[in-house]
T-cell receptor, first 113, second 114 residues
Framework: AQSVTQLGSHVSVSEGALVLLRCNYS??????LFWYVQYPNQGLQLLLK??????LVKGINGFEAEFKKSETSFHLTKPSAHMSDAAEYFC???????????FGSGTRLLVRP | DGGITQSPKYLFRKEGQNVTLSCEQN?????MYWYRQDPGQGLRLIYY???????QKGDIAEGYSVSREKKESFPLTVTSAQKNPTAFYLC?????????????FGPGTRLTVL
């Protein structure tokens, strides 16, 4: 069965430091991959997505992610963390139909002043 | 502005009562979804609907029911058969032909059973 694994339920960084949130997927077909952000008591907002083409994908709020097929990874990065980046981040992969998204369990990002 | 609305934002229910959560979208999307979110467990699919008057069970449909009488609306009823209904519920939608699977989410409803 397809799955998405996010390493680390909590990640803590200092303001201004590099943000790295890890995501690995399992898929027997070329995947479509997504990163969503969720602020407390709110819905999910799409940060970026990989469909086809360029493997380095840029999203909103300065985030980017690189699709690495050989490593089955889609890690999310941001060069310099802001306090406003504190939120929960979900990696997702399209499932066996266009009507199914498979979500990772989420990573809560804490930003220290 | 196009988007998805969910109401109410917070909902309290006594044990043994059914309760209905509202989800409306004006994105002209054909497909709609309901997810349940619990701390540390990510999102789990309850039901989804690809077109009006049709819907399919997701991974955790027991204790829930839905209807899809209009394209814009996909209400979720949490029945008394749901053993642990306290959770955050998210509604989402996606366009027909959206082969990549991208879904758009509403703001959520937090249900607490007293």
């Amino acid at each position: 069965a397809q799955s998405v694994t996010q390493l680390g339920s909590h990640v803590s960084v200092s303001e201004g430091a590099l943000v790295l949130l890890r995501c690995n997927y399992s898929s027997s077909v070329p995947p479509y991959l997504f990163w969503y952000v969720q602020y407390p008591n709110q819905g999910l907002q799409l940060l970026l997505k990989y469909t086809t083409g360029a493997t380095l994908v840029k999203g909103i709020n300065g985030f980017e992610a690189e699709f690495k097929k050989s490593e089955t990874s889609f890690h999310l990065t941001k060069p310099s963390a802001h306090m406003s980046d504190a939120a929960e981040y979900f990696c997702a992969s399209r499932g066996d139909s266009s009507y199914k998204l498979i979500f990772g369990s989420g990573t809560r990002l804490l930003v220290r002043p | 502005d196009g988007g998805i609305t969910q109401s109410p934002k917070y909902l309290f229910r006594k044990e043994g009562q059914n309760v209905t959560l509202s989800c409306e979208q004006n994105l002209n999307h054909d497909a709609m979804y309901w997810y349940r979110q619990d701390p540390g467990q990510g999102l789990r699919l309850i039901y989804y609907s690809q077109i009006v008057n049709d819907f399919q069970k997701g991974d955790i449909a027991e204790g829930y029911s839905v209807s899809r009488e209009k394209k814009e609306s996909f209400p979720l009823t949490v029945t008394s058969a749901q053993k642990n209904p306290t959770a955050f519920y998210l509604c989402a939608s996606s366009p027909q032909g959206g082969v990549h699977g991208e879904q758009f989410f509403g703001p959520g409803t937090r249900l607490t059973v007293l």
